[in-house]
């Protein structure tokens, strides 16, 4: 199902700026029970991304109002909203620009996920690399070309996941979801000031982690490489939304002291 400004649609015009240049942003929620999780995270999110991309107000009752109503009924779903700057403009510039315009979409859950939190997952070192932008990092904006290709690469493989580097050749985060690794009690997740989307559930750790007695947290700029020195790893979404990884590359693991505290902070 689908919804355009609140009405049931399809169809989305092609002179909408999202069209046009990618221009927005968006959030996946996972809906269970008739409910959105992690609502207020999502609405967050999305004022902060639209404040930075200087997208126009939106009526944020309204849009938490749609996004309930979306989810009324749905056992267990996906459910991605998107604002975009709206329809109007001459070439590039926004002067005159109709927005915001509300999208939404109302999808099955990724089966999938279930299975891997059992079994675990297998990471690959993906060709594609991400380019360095400071003024868009940490945002889930419309244009993800990159992630297309990074997918696209990964299909070509028989891993699950894919470890992603910058063009300096920093560890960032997995094609669809971010990444955390533990030695000894030091954990780690790579920082996000140059590229990469700041998930809704990589800073719901980053509080767990903070206020735990267990664990001491550091943002770190690394290579890949780092994670041969890792004791666990595991990645995460708002999805997931958190999945032990049993291998990345040629370097395996098998603890899960890091993956079963942080399970069980959420299930609380």
């Known amino acids: 199902m689908s919804w355009v400004n609140g009405v049931h649609e399809t169809l989305l015009p092609i002179s909408d700026r999202a069209v046009q240049f990618g221009d927005g942003c968006f959030t996946t929620a996972k809906v269970l029970n008739g409910r959105v999780d992690y609502l207020a995270d999502h609405l967050t999110r999305l004022q902060q991304n639209s404040q930075q991309l200087f997208l126009p107000e939106c009526d944020w009752k309204q849009l938490e109002s749609e996004m309930q109503a979306a989810a009324e009924g749905c056992e267990l779903g996906v459910l991605k909203v998107m604002l975009t700057r709206g329809q109007g403009g001459r070439g590039y510039s926004a002067l005159g620009c109709s ?16 299975q891997w939190q059992q079994q675990g997952v297998r990471l690959t070192l993906s060709p594609v690399q991400l380019s360095r932008n400071p003024l868009l990092a940490g945002l889930k904006h419309l244009n993800r070309l990159e992630q297309v290709m ?119």
């Open 150 to 268: 990074i997918r696209q690469a990964l299909e070509q493989t028989d891993a699950d996941e894919a470890l992603v580097a910058d063009t300096a050749g920093m560890l960032v985060e997995c094609c669809a979801a971010n990444i955390f690794w533990r030695e000894g009690h030091r954990v780690f997740t790579p920082d996000l000031s140059y590229s990469g989307v700041a998930g809704i559930m990589r800073q719901r750790l980053i509080n767990l982690l903070n206020a735990s007695d267990n664990f001491n947290l550091e943002i770190v700029s690394e290579p890949v490489t780092r994670l041969a020195s890792a004791d666990e790893v595991i990645i995460c979404n708002a999805l997931m939304p958190i999945l032990p990884v049993k291998q990345a590359g040629n370097w395996r693991y098998n603890a899960s002291e890091l993956y079963d505290f942080c399970q069980q902070a959420l299930n609380k």
């Open 99 to 114: 927005g915001p315009t509300r999208i939404m979409s109302l999808s099955a859950y990724p089966q999938h996920y279930l």
